[in-house]
């Protein structure tokens, strides 16, 4: 016997109407008549519990119904494919394991009653939202006896459906006869929405246009689960559950390669497979069209797929399958921009960097801030454009790649040229503001600066150069290739002592190796050698390329001493001393910088001069010879005190403080630490501030306060935490383990 002919048999015996008996249960007339006609899925527990108990059936009674009402949840859950029925899923769904294990708590929750959950998905075109859906509802459909509607919205049409006529979809899909649907699209969605009370349905609404075309159609109470796929965020919409889909880790890059394609499987590809992932973006449907392509062509090896892929100009192009393509993905969204924003979106293919801020898109557009504000709002809400924290913004390669494709298109050469130079002179200019914050002698903007970007103190300026480094170094390249030397030599000086309290970063080696070829070109001998150098100092501590930053500043040495340059050779001396340092080699470095010593005094250099007793001390130290290194402090303090810098008097306190507790002398350390303290926090350079703390440490944990030593030396290390390869914090680690051991 079916269930609803044994509950319609239960109902007459108790002598109970439908609606007597919906009274007692608690359950609606209509959905017990449903039950009974076989016109509904199974009933949800608590509503079969409930009508058990209000017919008042025995144990053995209730056993029957609930057998019949799995029988028909199991049946009912392969139901006929009807007219929502959801396409096929992927076989080979890879990732996304979060996201599925979110949905499948949400339905959780929602199973234990108030309103019908809702999980809205939604990302850039391409990252894979309907086929995360389409998993979950696979996995889930069996908890739905109401069974799984599926519809598309087509949300990128120029005429998506309105939410009335999707209504009369779902109504039809549900069973519920043409005569009976209602004849208004706002009598049909609350006819819809009626129905989804009281069935325990699992809706899938893909590609979504906008709240207007959801909302209606989301049910109030009742145990389904809707999930619902948009480009946007849809952020007009309340009380549903956002997962934003961002592209693939590498680890599920690779995995889906080599899920899709047997070359990529192959152990001798992982560095290929490695490659392709990264040209792809990691954005699942390129991984996908490239995968394909591999598979259905067995000559082609993974490096094959690279080489296509390689070219910025051609990659777009090949990521294209039968009548799938990376580009027709990002078209339907770029369509739906307005007239300003596809300007905008199409003008960001002209900065150099990975990620922007609203300031910096200004230079390319020249709109007020608070319109570009706006306009990039439109492209985050389209997924064109990723938020970063609060105040910055990503565009994927593969976008990046298509708004260049549209500047191309949409824009003559010539204003391409001449805006993509023009911000570049406006982004170097804003650069050489900030970096003056930090060279003797200049310091604030002039008082009629003004600028996109606030600079108005120097921890203004040096976050500024930390967030746009790579867009000010990309603009850098771009005056380079242009020709604009003197203003590719004029940034990179004004960068020079800001440089100094960033040495982990890599990118000084490209600024400067660009400076001193601007120098060439220039003609001009003394700036050449003084960019020599700075490329010297860049290659080996930046770079930590010790042998070119030797070679480097020898040949700076040379051009010094051919032009009468003394101070130039000096700093070429001390350059080639630390290179000779880094890379252990002491005794050169020693007797370099002695030689080092005489061209500075001639050149009354003299924060140059006492420079070369820090550095001097430093190689006296590395070679074990603590007592000539403190005499050599001890020196460059009296040069000081001659005439006081901040920066060589605050390392020369400090190189003095780390060298007395080497010698044991741990209470004079302390006290000279102590003087350092204030000189190593105005000067504000990590390497010294960490010195200092590694003195600190050495002193007391001679003087037995192990607790103390080991939060000076962890200390240390947090000040220091992005430049792990520094030969500073070799030393603290060291020092910590020494201490490690004497406590065991």
């Not at 007020?368 to 454009?385: H, I, M, R, S």
């Not at 005190?641 to 010698?663: F, I, M, N, Y």
Request: aromatic content about 4%.
């Amino acid at each position: 016997m079916t269930m609803g002919k044994r509950l319609r048999e239960l109902r007459r015996t108790a002598g109970m109407t439908l609606e007597e008996l919906a009274e007692a249960s608690g359950v609606s007339a209509r959905a017990i008549s449903d039950m009974e006609r076989g016109h509904s899925r199974a009933p949800q527990p608590r509503t079969l519990a409930a009508l058990a108990v209000a017919l008042r059936v025995g144990k053995e009674e209730r056993r029957r119904l609930e057998e019949d009402a799995r029988a028909l949840r199991r049946n009912t859950a392969a139901a006929r494919p009807g007219p929502c029925e959801p396409p096929r899923a992927v076989p080979d769904f890879t990732g996304r394991v979060d996201e599925l294990e979110a949905v499948r708590r949400t339905a959780a929750d929602g199973a234990r009653g108030g309103p019908a959950p809702v999980v809205l998905v939604h990302g850039q075109a391409g990252v894979g939202k309907t086929t995360v859906v389409l998993r979950a509802a696979e996995a889930l459909r069996g908890d739905y006896p109401g069974g799984c509607l599926y519809v598309d919205l087509r949300g990128v049409d120029a005429a998506p459906p309105s939410a009335g006529d999707v209504a009369v979809r779902l109504l039809r899909a549900l069973e519920i006869p043409v005569r009976a649907i209602a004849a208004s699209d706002e009598e049909r969605c609350a006819q819809l929405r009626a129905v989804l009370r009281e069935r325990r349905c699992l809706l899938v609404l893909d590609n979504a246009a906008d709240e207007a075309q959801v909302r209606p159609l989301l049910p109030g109470e009742g145990a389904g689960l809707v999930l619902v796929t948009c480009r946007r965020v849809l952020s007009g919409l309340e009380g549903v559950r956002r997962l934003a889909l961002s592209p693939f880790t590498p680890e599920e890059s690779a995995a889906l390669l080599r899920t899709v394609a047997d070359q990529a499987a192959l152990p001798s590809a992982a560095a290929d497979v490695a490659e392709v992932s990264r040209l792809c973006g990691h954005l699942p449907l390129a991984l996908r069209i490239a995968g394909t392509r591999l598979s259905t062509r067995s000559g082609w090896s993974v490096r094959h797929l690279v080489d296509r892929l390689a070219g910025e100009d051609r990659r777009l192009a090949s990521l294209r399958s039968g009548d799938v393509s990376v580009v027709a993905a990002f078209t339907l969204s770029h369509a739906q921009l307005s007239p300003r924003a596809r300007r905008v979106f199409r003008r960001l293919a002209h900065l150099p960097g990975t990620d922007l801020s609203a300031p910096l898109v200004v230079l390319v557009t020249d709109d007020t801030l608070a319109d570009t504000v706006d306009v990039l709002d439109e492209l985050v809400e389209l997924g064109l454009l990723q938020p970063q924290g609060t105040d910055r913004y990503q565009l994927h390669d593969l976008l990046r790649l298509f708004a260049g494709e549209r500047l191309r298109g949409e824009e003559p050469e010539g204003e391409r040229t001449t805006v993509r130079l023009g911000m570049a002179r406006r982004l170097l200019e804003i650069t050489v503001t900030a970096g003056r914050w930090f060279e003797p002698g200049h310091g604030a903007p002039p008082g009629n600066w003004s600028g996109p970007v606030p600079l108005g103190t120097a921890d203004e300026a040096a976050y500024w150069l930390r967030a746009e480094a790579e867009n000010w170094l990309g603009a850098l390249r771009i005056a380079a290739r242009a020709g604009e030397h003197r203003r590719v030599v004029e940034t990179a000086e004004a960068l020079h002592w800001y440089s100094d309290t960033t040495m982990a970063w890599r990118g000084w080696y490209e600024v400067y190796g660009l400076s001193r070829a601007a120098a060439v070109e220039l003609g001009d001998r003394r700036l050449e050698t003084v960019h020599l150098n700075y490329l010297s100092w860049a290659a080996s501590n930046c770079a930590r390329r010790w042998e070119e930053g030797l070679r480097t500043a020898l040949a700076a040495r040379d051009i010094a001493a051919a032009e009468g340059d003394l101070k130039e050779e000096a700093w070429a001396l001390q350059y080639a001393a630390d290179a000779l340092k880094s890379a252990g080699r002491h005794a050169e470095a020693l007797e370099m910088i002695r030689a080092a010593l005489r061209p500075a005094d001639l050149a009354g250099d003299h924060d140059g001069y006492v420079q070369l007793f820090i550095r001097m001390g430093g190689m006296q130290i590395g070679l074990r010879r603590y007592e000539e290194a403190l005499t050599t402090y001890r020196e460059g303090l009296r040069e000081v005190a001659a005439r006081p810098g901040l920066s060589v008097r605050a390392g020369a306190v400090v190189d003095t403080a780390h060298v007395l507790a080497l010698l044991g002398r741990w209470t004079e350390s302390l006290d000279e630490a102590g003087r350092a303290e204030p000189l190593a926090t105005a000067y504000g350079v990590p390497a010294l501030t960490c010195r200092l703390h590694l003195a600190r440490g050495l002193a007391l944990a001679g003087l037995g306060e192990r607790t103390r030593a080991r939060a000076e030396l962890l200390r240390a290390l947090e000040v220091i935490d992005d430049q792990p390869l520094h030969p500073v914090a070799a030393e603290v680690r060291e020092a910590l383990a020494a201490l490690a051991a004497s406590t065991d």
